[in-house]
């Protein structure tokens, strides 16, 4: 888990976020991480770095070969937990990103979040 922090991190640095934008997207991959490695029993995490108009961004992919989520709508709600977790997850992660796309199914999950630079 300190690994994909530390990534992160770094990625956001090179992309030129702010401090409270860093934050941001290194708690958001620390969730999503966390998620794939208990529920999914491990995973993949892959950063890629995106031009837009102007603006830098940063693109993060989970992925893992789990079980999928049975019931995604619940599980994107505040307070659901199938752990000992305090549910703030999927959601979580949703609301501090620009951008949040999730797929599962039986055997894997894969969660892509973006966010973007302020101008």
């Not at 949040?100 to 894997?108: A, C, L, Q």
């Amino acid at each position: 888990m300190l690994a994909v922090r530390h990534a992160v991190r770094a990625a956001t640095v090179e992309a030129g976020f702010g401090l409270v934008d860093q934050t941001r997207v290194v708690t958001a991959a620390s969730e999503l991480a966390r998620n794939a490695y208990i529920h999914g029993g491990g995973g993949h995490l892959s950063i890629e770095r995106l031009h837009r108009a102007g603006r830098s961004g940063l693109r993060l992919t989970v992925r893992d070969e789990g079980p999928g989520i049975p019931d995604l709508e619940a599980a994107l709600e505040d307070g659901f937990t199938t752990g000992a977790g305090l549910g703030h997850g999927l959601g979580g992660a949703r609301r501090l990103m620009d951008e949040f796309e999730v797929r599962s199914s039986p055997g894997g999950t894969t969660v892509s979040v973006t966010r973007w630079t302020r101008q």
